[in-house]
Each structure stands twice: as structure tokens, then as C-alpha cells.
């Protein structure tokens, strides 16, 4: 069976109001579109310039424009993040994460033993972080079929443990890699998770 990958985060003090429909990947920004508008109407205004003076300076009142409106949506961006953050439920979004995964290629059990009731979002979303890390390397790398998940929740820590039955790794030599020069910055993150 191919390696197995844990994640461990410690338990908040406080409990946190969860809501099951909130996901990372339900954020309303695309930078994308407003920046390649601000580009094409900056490009319009150097092309303007010396032929038509007051067309270029509409060009460049546009893009001021455009840029003023993905400065708000960057800020509702951040501002709904904030809240998801402080909203996160872990057990509806790896499970959603599992459900998005399972393929005829690669099957996908999950357990979950115990309730996330009274860890941190933070706690919880780095735990949903390290899952998505793991599912990605599982994709790419381990030629897996099946893969396992195990959530547990305990008194005093919760558990992540990912397994799956393709390739593996040496650790060893994953130690030695250089971030980003080899690819390693996933793994990197994971260990490197609060």
C-alpha cells in the first residue's frame, strides 16, 4: 500500500458556529476578468495616444474604472474568506472533497469518527488544506485506485490520515528536495500547517 499521510491540529478553546454550504471554493472574485479588461484598455490608450488624444485619456478613465471595481470585489473577496474562515465546517467540505473526487479511476472510502464541535476554523481549515494536498499528490503522483480517508476527532486533537494503494515515496528523499526546485512545496506546506 502506498505511504500515508497525517496532519494533526490542536483543539481551540472556543467553539465556532459552522454553516455545511461554505467551501474555499465558493469565492465570488475572478481578478482574471477585470485585469485583462484594465490590460486591453491600457494597450488601448498607448495605441491612442498621439492619433486621438481624447479616446486614449476614455481608455484610460475605463481601466481607472475597472480598476477601482476589482479593487471592491477584491475586498468582498477577502471580506467573505474572512467569514467562511469563521463559518468553515470541515466535516460537509471533505465530504464534498470526497464526493468530487471519486472516479472510476480511484475509489474513495471515508471515516469519520467523533465531531469537529469546539476546534478553531483555523484548526479545521488546515486540516481541509492538508486533505486537499493529499488528494492532489494522490492524483498526480501515486497512480492510486483507491484511496482512504480517516477524520477523528479527539478530546484533545483531531487527525487527518490519508492512505491510498498507489506508488508511495521514499520521505528520505522527499526531505532532501528544494522547495520549488523539485516540486515540494505541497508536502512543504502540509508539514508547515498551524
Keep these: 500500500m502506498g505511504q500515508s499521510c ?8 472556543q467553539k465556532d458556529e459552522t454553516h ?21 484598455q491600457l494597450e ?12 486614449a485619456e476614455q481608455a484610460v478613465h475605463d481601466a481607472k474604472r475597472l ?6 470585489e477584491v475586498r468582498r473577496s477577502v471580506s467573505t474568506l474572512r467569514a467562511m474562515q469563521q463559518m468553515f465546517a470541515l466535516i460537509p467540505s471533505i465530504t464534498d472533497l470526497v464526493e468530487r473526487l471519486r472516479t472510476n479511476q ?3 472510502e471515508l471515516r469519520i469518527e467523533g465531531n469537529e464541535d469546539g476546534y478553531s476554523s483555523q484548526a479545521l481549515m488546515s486540516l481541509f488544506r492538508a486533505a486537499q494536498e493529499g488528494f492532489t499528490s494522490i492524483q498526480k503522483y501515486a497512480g492510486a485506485s483507491l484511496a482512504q480517508v480517516e477524520l477523528r ?3 484533545s486533537e483531531a487527525t487527518l490520515r490519508l492512505q491510498d494503494n498507489g506508488r ?22 502540509v508539514r508547515e500547517q498551524p
Excluded: C, W
Design 168 to 189: 508511495g515515496f521514499d520521505p528520505e528523499t522527499l526531505a532532501a528536495l528544494r522547495p520549488g526546485h523539485e516540486g515540494s512545496y505541497g508536502l512543504l506546506g
Design 44 to 55: 488601448k490608450a498607448l495605441m491612442f495616444r498621439e492619433r486621438n488624444r481624447e479616446e
Design 67 to 72: 480598476a477601482s471595481e476589482a479593487l471592491q
Design 20 to 40: 455545511a454550504g461554505m467551501t474555499p471554493s465558493s469565492l465570488p472574485y475572478d481578478g482574471g476578468h477585470y485585469l485583462t479588461i484594465i490590460n486591453v
Design 153 to 155: 476527532f479527539g478530546i
Design 106 to 108: 480511484l475509489s474513495v
Design 6 to 13: 497525517h496532519a494533526h491540529s490542536g483543539r481551540a478553546g
